[in-house]
C-alpha cells in the first residue's frame, strides 16, 4: 500500500530527530495542527495565504524542498475562498443609512464620523445578530468580538491618515490587532514593476513565518490575490479549531494598491462589525502605501540621476 502524504512527512520529520513541538514553537504554528497534517486530516488548517506559508514552514524545518511541498499538498488539499463583496455584507445588518454603502463609497470615505455612526447602527442590532450566529454557526468569544472599542478604532483610523512614508507604523499594526482581536495582520502591497504583492508591514507573526510567505502573483488562487483583483473582501472560514481570516483590499484614488490581510478567531469573518473596522483601517492605509511607493520612485529617480551625473 502506498504511504500517504501526512505518512512521508512524519517519516521524514523522524529520519531529521526533529519533535513536533519543536517545530510548533519555531513556526509558531499549533502543535495539534501538525498532528493533522501527519495524520493526512487537514479539515482544521486555515486557508488562503496561511495555509501556504504554514505547510511551506513545516516543509523547511523536516529540511524537504518547500515548493515541491506546498504544490504536492494544494493539489491534495485544495484551497477553498469565498469572495463577498463588501457592500453585501454590510446588508446583512441594518444600519443606520437607508442604503447600504457601496464597495466603492465605503473604501474611498474619509469622514471617520460618518463610518462611526453607520458602525453604532450595526451595534444598535448586535443582540438580533447574536442570537442568529449562535443559531447558524457557533463563533468563538463571541462576547469579545461583539464589544468593539469604537474610540480606539477612530483613534487608529486618524494616527493612520496622518502617517506619512517615513512613518513607523508598527505600534498602529498592533493596536489594529487588539482591536478586533485578531490573530496578526499583513498589510501586502502591489509592486507594479515586479507585478507581484510582497508583505510590506505586519504584526503578529513571527520572522521565521514571514520569510516563508510567496509573494504573490495577480492571477494566483488564494483570497490575497482574488481580494486584489476583484476589490472586494473575501472571506476564508476556518474550522471547529481554525482560524478564518479576511483579505481587504486597499484602494487609492489610482485603484486598488494592495490587500489588508487579518487572521481571526473562527467565525468573526462573517461578522459585520469586525468587517467594518478592517475596511475602516484598510481605507486609511491606502494613503499610506501610496506615499511609500511614491518615496521608493523618487529615490530611484535620485540614484538614477547621480550614476548620470557621476
Same mark, same amino acid.
Given at each position: 500500500?502506498?504511504?500517504?502524504?501526512? !505518512? *512521508?512527512?512524519?517519516?521524514?520529520?523522524?529520519?531529521?530527530?526533529? #519533535?513536533?513541538?519543536?517545530? &510548533?514553537?519555531?513556526?509558531?504554528?499549533?502543535?495539534?495542527?501538525?498532528?493533522?497534517?501527519?495524520?493526512?486530516?487537514?479539515?482544521?488548517?486555515?486557508?488562503?495565504?496561511?495555509?501556504?506559508?504554514?505547510?511551506?514552514?513545516?516543509?523547511?524545518?523536516?529540511?524537504?524542498?518547500?515548493?515541491?511541498?506546498?504544490?504536492?499538498?494544494?493539489?491534495?488539499?485544495? %484551497?477553498?475562498?469565498?469572495?463577498?463583496?463588501?457592500?453585501?455584507?454590510?446588508?446583512?445588518?441594518?444600519?443606520?443609512?437607508?442604503?447600504?454603502?457601496?464597495?466603492? @463609497?465605503?473604501?474611498?470615505?474619509?469622514?471617520?464620523?460618518?463610518?462611526?455612526?453607520?458602525?453604532?447602527?450595526?451595534?444598535?442590532?448586535?443582540?438580533?445578530?447574536? #442570537?442568529?450566529? *449562535?443559531? =447558524?454557526?457557533?463563533?468563538?468569544?463571541?462576547?469579545?468580538?461583539?464589544?468593539?472599542?469604537?474610540?480606539?478604532? @477612530?483613534?487608529?483610523?486618524?494616527?493612520?491618515?496622518? =502617517?506619512? !512614508?517615513?512613518?513607523? /507604523?508598527?505600534?498602529?499594526?498592533?493596536?489594529?490587532?487588539?482591536? /478586533?482581536?485578531?490573530?496578526?495582520?499583513?498589510?501586502? #502591497?502591489?509592486?507594479?514593476?515586479?507585478?507581484?504583492?510582497?508583505?510590506?508591514?505586519?504584526?503578529?507573526?513571527?520572522?521565521?513565518?514571514?520569510?516563508?510567505?510567496?509573494?504573490?502573483?495577480?492571477?494566483?488562487?488564494?483570497?490575497?490575490?482574488?481580494?486584489? *483583483?476583484? !476589490?472586494?473582501?473575501?472571506?476564508? &472560514?476556518?474550522?471547529? *479549531?481554525?482560524?478564518?481570516?479576511?483579505?481587504?483590499?486597499?484602494? @487609492?484614488? %489610482?485603484?486598488?494598491?494592495?490587500?489588508?490581510?487579518?487572521?481571526?478567531?473562527?467565525? #468573526?469573518?462573517?461578522? =459585520?462589525?469586525?468587517?467594518? /473596522?478592517?475596511?475602516?483601517? &484598510?481605507?486609511?492605509?491606502?494613503?499610506?502605501?501610496? !506615499?511609500?511607493?511614491?518615496?521608493?520612485?523618487?529615490?530611484?529617480?535620485?540614484?538614477?540621476? @547621480?550614476?548620470?551625473?557621476?
Amino acid at each position: 500500500m502506498a504511504e500517504t502524504f501526512g !505518512a *512521508r512527512l512524519r517519516r521524514q520529520r523522524e529520519r531529521q530527530q526533529i #519533535a513536533l513541538a519543536t517545530i &510548533a514553537e519555531q513556526t509558531k504554528i499549533h502543535l495539534p495542527l501538525l498532528e493533522e497534517l501527519e495524520r493526512d486530516e487537514v479539515r482544521h488548517w486555515p486557508s488562503g495565504i496561511f495555509r501556504r506559508a504554514f505547510i511551506r514552514a513545516y516543509a523547511i524545518a523536516i529540511g524537504l524542498q518547500p515548493d515541491d511541498v506546498v504544490r504536492e499538498f494544494l493539489s491534495l488539499y485544495p %484551497d477553498p475562498i469565498e469572495v463577498v463583496a463588501i457592500g453585501t455584507a454590510m446588508a446583512s445588518v441594518a444600519s443606520t443609512k437607508e442604503n447600504p454603502p457601496t464597495r466603492f @463609497s465605503y473604501l474611498f470615505d474619509s469622514a471617520i464620523d460618518a463610518s462611526l455612526t453607520f458602525l453604532r447602527g450595526l451595534f444598535a442590532k448586535r443582540e438580533h445578530t447574536l #442570537a442568529e450566529t *449562535r443559531v =447558524a454557526r457557533p463563533v468563538a468569544n463571541t462576547a469579545e468580538l461583539f464589544n468593539l472599542d469604537l474610540l480606539a478604532a @477612530s483613534n487608529l483610523c486618524t494616527k493612520l491618515a496622518q =502617517a506619512d !512614508a517615513d512613518s513607523d /507604523v508598527t505600534l498602529l499594526l498592533h493596536e489594529a490587532v487588539r482591536i /478586533v482581536d485578531a490573530v496578526g495582520v499583513i498589510v501586502w #502591497a502591489w509592486t507594479p514593476d515586479a507585478g507581484v504583492l510582497t508583505p510590506e508591514m505586519s504584526d503578529g507573526y513571527s520572522d521565521r513565518v514571514l520569510g516563508q510567505l510567496p509573494r504573490v502573483k495577480r492571477d494566483t488562487n488564494n483570497a490575497t490575490a482574488a481580494a486584489f *483583483r476583484s !476589490a472586494q473582501t473575501c472571506a476564508v &472560514a476556518g474550522g471547529e *479549531r481554525a482560524t478564518s481570516a479576511l483579505a481587504v483590499p486597499i484602494v @487609492s484614488p %489610482d485603484g486598488c494598491v494592495g490587500v489588508l490581510a487579518v487572521e481571526l478567531p473562527n467565525g #468573526a469573518e462573517q461578522t =459585520a462589525c469586525i468587517r467594518a /473596522v478592517v475596511t475602516m483601517i &484598510a481605507a486609511q492605509l491606502g494613503r499610506l502605501l501610496d !506615499a511609500r511607493q511614491s518615496a521608493r520612485y523618487e529615490r530611484a529617480g535620485h540614484q538614477l540621476a @547621480s550614476v548620470a551625473n557621476a
